[in-house]
């Protein structure tokens, strides 16, 4: 690997700079998600808010880079790596990233259409809530019901990308400023929680033992499989084989089954749809209006076991490998990409350096999140403030 031997300087600083963006919208994220969200399927996105600020400031294809990239590592941390959640919110940040910037390049143009980044926003969180869907329909479900809740999404989509793209076109504003924003947002009182990747459980087993990149290709072939065959025999093979896994790598099998707790509502949804308005077929049950068939009974039970498959050895694969290792994985599992001018070894060390930067962010954001909730801030308005103040602090930094 020539790049490894001959490091150009340049390229250095800028993946220092990717880097460090990546570990802002990785903690973002991750402190988004410990926050209890009573609608299900909404969220502010503060991750995506990161991605659109870098398109503002340094252009689209960082941007990209950032917003890819923080789904792999935030799925290190939160357990979710190659599992149903991992592909939907890779794919929405994918499909998010290029119609923000298809909307930035047209408004920064000679065209005459012009998008603010608030307009930017909401189109980008429309688009993200719109592709989990649609990936949802597609690979999982299959069932047109799933798209009752469109509106749902949509008009929180709406709300979600308001806020986010004046947060985001507050940050930019400042940025632009050499004294735009405060010196510093909170000091730490020292009570903050060290960061600490809770998925891997240390072992000397088999499992724990096989090469990281290997563990990734199986997780790839088993979710092909039980989106190809369209039988709930055999994910329950599967789901056997999983188990038989479980057992040998010597992790409790409650331990593997708690990573379910991140995608019940997806389950339910994927079970309850075809169980309770797929009408043709064999009569099961029949209350008033309320007809469940036998055909919808199997529908629903391999729609759910889908997914169980899924996230369950995307869960076995996340106890048994450190974070170290996924990076080297993927960097190995990444290299046939080649061919195609991928460079996983850049990829490798953005990765890489972003995990250096993850614990001092997260004592920074624990510390910010704290001083949100204590009130000091009082006001929509001040609190919005405050919060693009410390992104500006952390983009400074």
Request: charged share 15%.
């Given at each position: ?391 500006v602090y952390l983009f400074r930094k």
């Open positions: 690997m020539p790049s490894a031997i001959n490091i150009n300087p340049l390229h250095e600083e800028e993946i220092k700079r990717i880097s460090r963006w990546i570990a802002i919208a990785v903690i973002l994220q991750v402190s988004e998600s410990l926050i209890p969200h009573p609608f299900p399927g909404i969220r502010l996105g503060l991750a995506n808010m990161v991605a659109l600020i870098v398109l503002a400031n340094h252009g689209f294809s960082k941007a990209l880079c950032v917003n890819l990239i923080r789904t792999v590592l935030s799925s290190f941390i939160l357990g979710t790596f190659m599992s149903p959640a991992f592909f939907m919110s890779f794919s929405s940040a994918l499909a998010s990233m290029l119609v923000m910037g298809l909307l930035y390049a047209a408004s920064t143009g000679k065209s005459k259409v012009y998008f603010s980044l608030t307009g930017i926003s909401v189109a980008g969180a429309f688009v993200h809530n719109l592709t989990q869907l649609v990936f949802a329909y597609i690979l999982l479900i299959r069932h047109p019901g799933i798209f009752v809740l469109l509106p749902w999404l949509s008009i929180g989509g709406v709300v979600m990308g308001v806020i986010t793209g004046i947060i985001a076109l507050d940050v930019t504003r400042k940025l632009r400023d050499p004294i735009g924003g405060r010196s510093y947002v909170y000091y730490s009182d020292g009570t903050e929680l060290p960061f600490e990747m809770r998925s891997y459980l240390p072992g000397n087993s088999f499992i724990h033992r096989l090469k990281p990149e290997i563990k990734i290709f199986a997780i790839m072939l088993i979710a092909l499989a039980v989106l190809i065959v369209n039988d709930p025999l055999f994910c329950v093979i599967m789901l056997a084989v999983i188990v038989t896994a479980i057992t040998l790598s010597g992790i409790s099998l409650l331990e593997i089954l708690s990573g379910l707790k991140k995608v019940v509502f997806l389950i339910l949804i994927s079970f309850l749809l075809p169980v309770l308005f797929n009408s043709g077929g064999e009569t099961v049950i029949k209350a008033g209006s309320m007809v469940i068939t036998r055909e919808g009974l199997s529908a629903g039970t391999l729609f759910g076991l889908r997914i169980i498959v899924m996230m369950i050895s995307a869960s076995l694969m996340m106890r048994t490998s450190s974070s170290i290792e996924l990076t080297l994985g993927f960097e190995k599992a990444l290299a046939p990409l080649r061919v195609f001018g991928v460079d996983h070894y850049r990829i490798s060390r953005i990765i890489s350096m972003s995990w250096q930067w993850i614990p001092e962010l997260w004592r920074e954001t624990r510390g910010m999140m704290k001083f949100m909730l204590s009130g000091r801030e009082k006001g929509i308005k001040k609190r919005i403030s405050a919060m693009s103040d410390f992104i």
